[in-house]
């Protein structure tokens, strides 16, 4: 099945190559789509990337009855209604990183921009004056600087204006005080940060506790004549108090790559104040960043698409692991063993309980969990994915048990999954060869080695002649191609589980065929 992807806002072509060379990916790119010609593209994909432009409201997620990812090429997501996309199972992806040095840059241009007025001469001198008086700056060596947020960006930006011989302070309350002193940074309260600070910065997501949290009030505790820079979110720092403290020489200038409404209104009045300095949303506008930004999340779709997981998904449990690569696969080993369950489980479930061991019981089980679960409705009907998947089973009823044991029995890694219906019980184990060889591994306490892909003919039976005989004759009779079996017993002449690789999906009236014999208990057909 072709995965169709619509890129809505302009990214880097270079980038965007992952998706153009996977065979199984048709890409779209169509770019300043708004309303209903907006609802109109998104309908039929299957994916949707955007940058800052395109705002994915819920009536967007409405209108794509297909969509399963969203990604954002770049750090924030304030332009994508995560409640809505969680509510509908959607994966929301960023790239949190790729645009750090870009943004770090951006930051220090426009703290050298104010310290010595470059825009406001610049405009001046092309308007045909001279006027090296008015345009006096200051230098930053031994000025303090104030950096409100310590991830990423707000980190880069602390460790160069050390460089450039400045007194960084930083406010953050997750910041990592061992880091500040290791890279020389005296991590402050914000209030003491306010009146300390000649210029101040901030690096923090817009959020509820974020917005405006450079107002009024806090900026009349600013030291007075202080520079405020914002490459971050608009709405961290209120524009009307800003401009306020500005005519009232509380703030000496600021600085704004972005805005509370963007584009910026023509008639806003911060464009009547020569001391703040204005750039259209430039934090990430590099080559680099924005071939880096691309390139990651072109290949965080395709990797969804093939793996079942996206790494830098916002709305989904981390996963951490610490280098061992291989524990990623048992992100889609998990979905498979939940679909395959479901199909063979009979009745309604009241409880799914999953073991971690070994490697993979040292790591945070919530995604392999969720996805599990997932792949557990979707096998009973259910459109659920990792992001919905636990809440959806929570409102059915369903039980969901966890429990992890770091210590290796038969295999490095193993999952273990049980699911409970009110007509029994059936239990699968799984494990992950290699770099990515997804292997059943037990089946009801059974030993078994398959590859679960495709379709699978499951059998349960009394350990009798004639049954294998029986069900291949059957499925030849059928037309049905056998591509492999595996078989296995409790002991001889007792219970025996068998699956059955084939080519197609064997229709009911060849699965009543092969029940007719009496030594087989259950035949399902099951589809991966």
Not at 225 to 248: F, H, T, Y
Not at 283 to 310: I, P, Y
Not at 313 to 333: K, M, S
Not at 480 to 485: D, F, L, V
Request: aromatic content about 4%; some cysteine; glycine content about 10%.
């Amino acid at each position: 099945m072709t995965i169709q992807v619509f890129v809505s806002d302009p990214i880097s072509e270079e980038g965007l190559a992952p998706l153009q060379q996977d065979n199984n990916i048709s890409l779209k790119l169509k770019t300043g789509l708004k309303g209903p010609d907006l609802l109109k593209e998104v309908a039929e994909c299957d994916a949707l990337m955007v940058r800052s432009e395109t705002k994915v409201t819920a009536e967007v997620m409405a209108a794509a009855k297909k969509l399963k990812f969203i990604g954002r090429a770049g750090t924030g997501v304030d332009n994508i209604d995560l409640g809505a996309a969680s509510r509908h199972g959607i994966v929301v992806a960023n790239v949190p990183g790729g645009n750090t040095i870009s943004a770090a840059e951006q930051t220090l241009a426009l703290l050298f921009a104010l310290a010595r007025n470059t825009p406001q001469a610049d405009a001046s001198t092309h308007a045909g004056k001279w006027e090296r008086a008015k345009f006096i700056g200051t230098e930053i060596t031994g000025k303090t600087l104030g950096v409100v947020g310590l991830g990423r960006i707000g980190r880069e930006v602390a460790v160069r204006a050390i460089g450039l011989a400045m007194r960084v302070v930083a406010f953050d309350p997750m910041g990592d005080e061992s880091w500040c002193r290791r890279a020389g940074v005296t991590f402050v309260t914000l209030d003491e940060l306010l009146a300390q600070s000649d210029f101040i910065t901030v690096h923090v997501p817009l959020t509820d506790q974020t917005r405006g949290l450079l107002n009024k009030d806090t900026l009349a505790k600013t030291k007075k004549g202080v520079r405020i820079i914002n490459c971050a979110r608009g709405g961290i720092v209120d524009e009307k108090a800003l401009m306020e403290a500005v005519e009232s020489g509380q703030v000496k200038g600021a600085a704004l790559d972005v805005f509370e409404k963007e584009p910026l209104d023509p008639q806003s009045a911060l464009l009547k104040i020569p001391e703040i300095i204005l750039t259209p949303h430039l934090g990430a506008s590099t080559e680099e960043a924005q071939v880096k930004v691309a390139l990651e999340l072109s290949q965080a779709c395709v990797d969804f698409f093939r793996n079942g997981f996206a790494r830098q998904a916002v709305n989904l449990p981390p996963l951490d692991v610490a280098g061992q690569n291989q524990l990623l696969a048992f992100v889609g080993l998990a979905y498979k063993q939940g679909l395959f369950l479901a199909q063979i489980a009979e009745g309604s479930p009241t409880r799914i309980s999953l073991r971690y061991s070994g490697e993979l019981g040292r790591v945070n089980p919530a995604l392999y969990t969720a996805t599990a679960v997932a792949g557990f409705l979707a096998g009973l009907g259910v459109n659920a994915t990792p992001v919905n998947a636990l809440v959806l089973a929570q409102q059915k009823g369903l039980q969901i048990q966890e429990q992890v044991q770091p210590e290796a029995q038969d295999y490095a890694s193993l999952l273990e999954m049980e699911a409970e219906t009110a007509s029994g019980t059936h239990r699968l184990a799984g494990t992950v060869y290699g770099r990515g060889d997804l292997r059943f591994v037990r089946i009801d306490d059974l030993p078994v080695d398959v590859n679960p892909q495709g379709y699978l003919l499951v059998m349960h039976n009394d350990d009798r002649p004639g049954v294998v005989g029986h069900t291949g004759t059957v499925l030849s009779a059928g037309g049905i191609n056998i591509a492999g079996m595996d078989i296995a017993r409790n002991r001889p002449g007792g219970v025996a589980v068998s699956l059955w690789s084939v080519d197609t999906a064997v229709p009911e009236d060849v699965l009543k065929k092969v029940k007719t014999h009496p030594s087989i208990l259950s035949v399902k057909m099951v589809k991966l």
